[in-house]
T-cell receptor
């Protein structure tokens, strides 16, 4: 069964460092998403991406965040200068057609120290 | 606009007894609704989904949910709980009114199963 894969599964970084979280969506999917879940809190939408541009973003997704699809397969989330409060589980998701089923990856646990 | 309310933050049942996890939604458009389960330190696993077909939806591991438009509800049920069902459950609604749909998650319900 096709699946969304995320790497690494766990990333530890120092405050102020840049991190890149990587996702390989399902190959024929067209819509891509990042969500995050701070420990003990709800899953929050960050950004959606379609046709090589951001479709929608939440207020969390400020100038420190960026997304890109550099090579037509990977979908990355970059945090330029990490803060302690960026520590969370980050989930990537992809969708073949709009509003069908978003397939979620297993998540990357980001720990900022 | 859309929102999801999971009415119980914690539900505790005994093994072998029925499970009911409640979810109400609001959406300006015909919604797609999902239930996901998250076991500790694991990712999100889709249990079942409603996308405007049959209102009673059967999912994996014996779970099912019924879409009730008049009540704006999508409650998750299982006839007999198993210890392995202990996890966090999220009700999710997906939007139609943007170029790319986004999912809005409920706050989650923690299911505890007692032996």
């Amino acid at each position: 069964e096709p699946e969304v894969t995320q790497t690494p599964s766990h990333q530890v970084t120092q405050m102020g460092q840049e991190v890149i979280l990587r996702c390989v969506p399902i190959s024929n999917h067209l819509y891509f998403y990042w969500y995050r879940q701070i420990l003990g809190q709800k899953v929050e939408f960050l950004v959606s991406f379609y046709n090589n541009e951001i479709s929608e973003k939440s207020e969390i997704f400020d100038d420190q965040f960026s997304v890109e699809r550099p090579d037509g397969s990977n979908f990355t989330l970059k945090i330029r200068s990490t803060k302690l409060e960026d520590s969370a589980m980050y989930f990537c998701a992809s969708e073949g057609e709009r509003n069908t089923e978003a397939f979620f990856g297993q998540g990357t646990r980001l720990t900022v120290v | 606009a859309q929102s999801v309310t999971q009415l119980d933050s914690h539900v505790s049942v005994s093994e072998g007894t029925p499970v009911l996890l409640r979810c109400n939604y609001s959406s300006s458009y015909s919604p797609s609704l999902f239930w996901y389960v998250q076991h500790p330190n694991k990712g999100l696993q889709l249990l079942l989904k409603y996308t405007s077909a049959a209102t009673l939806v059967k999912g994996i591991n014996g779970f099912e949910a019924e879409f009730k438009k008049s009540e704006t509800s999508f409650h998750l049920t299982k006839p007999s709980a198993h210890m392995s069902d202990a996890a966090e459950y999220f009700c999710v609604v997906s939007a139609l009114n943007t170029n790319a749909g986004k999912s809005t998650f409920g706050d989650g319900t923690t299911l505890t199963v007692k032996p």
